[in-house]
Structure formats: structure tokens, C-alpha cells
């Protein structure tokens, strides 16, 4: 699996988290786009770089996203509280 292939399916998936649908496409000059979605909100973007640049802006880093979805079900995600 090339590295593209994968950090696009990571992308797709942290996407997926926020409820942001992220779609790869072309434009009319054949180059490739990637289109974010979320309820009314859509942005093209030129690069998997741009697209998670902004997923980062908007959302968090990855370890954001997941203390904030663990917090939504009641879930703890640090360790202090396991007992050694």
C-alpha cells in the first residue's frame, strides 16, 4: 500500500470521527481535489497537506478527537486512574 493510499484512508477516517465526509476527486484540468463536507459547509482543497491542516484547525489533533468522542460515550482516556 503506498503511503498516499494509506494517509488518504487515515484522513478519510479521521474525517469520519468529526462527521466530515472527505471525498477525492479531479477538477476540470484533470489534477486531483479533495472535497470536505460537513452539514452545509463545503471546501475543495488542492492536498491531503491542506486537508489536514484544516481537519487540525477545525477539529484537533488526532488525540483530541479521540479524548472528546471517549468524554461523548463516558469514557476516561488517561491511564492515572489504572491501577500499576
Do not use: N
Not at 503506498?2 to 487515515?10: F, G, P
Not at 492536498?47 to 478527537?65: H, I
Amino acid at each position: 500500500m503506498s503511503a498516499d493510499i494509506k494517509r488518504l484512508a487515515t484522513l478519510k477516517a479521521r474525517c469520519a470521527l468529526a462527521e466530515v465526509a472527505l471525498v477525492e476527486s479531479t477538477d476540470d484540468r484533470d489534477q486531483p481535489v479533495f472535497v470536505v463536507s460537513r452539514w452545509a459547509m463545503t471546501r475543495q482543497m488542492s492536498s491531503l497537506d491542506e486537508v489536514e491542516k484544516w481537519l487540525v484547525m477545525e477539529f484537533g489533533t488526532s488525540r483530541d478527537m479521540l479524548d472528546y468522542l471517549m468524554a461523548e460515550a463516558g469514557m476516561r482516556t488517561d491511564t492515572a486512574h489504572c491501577e500499576q
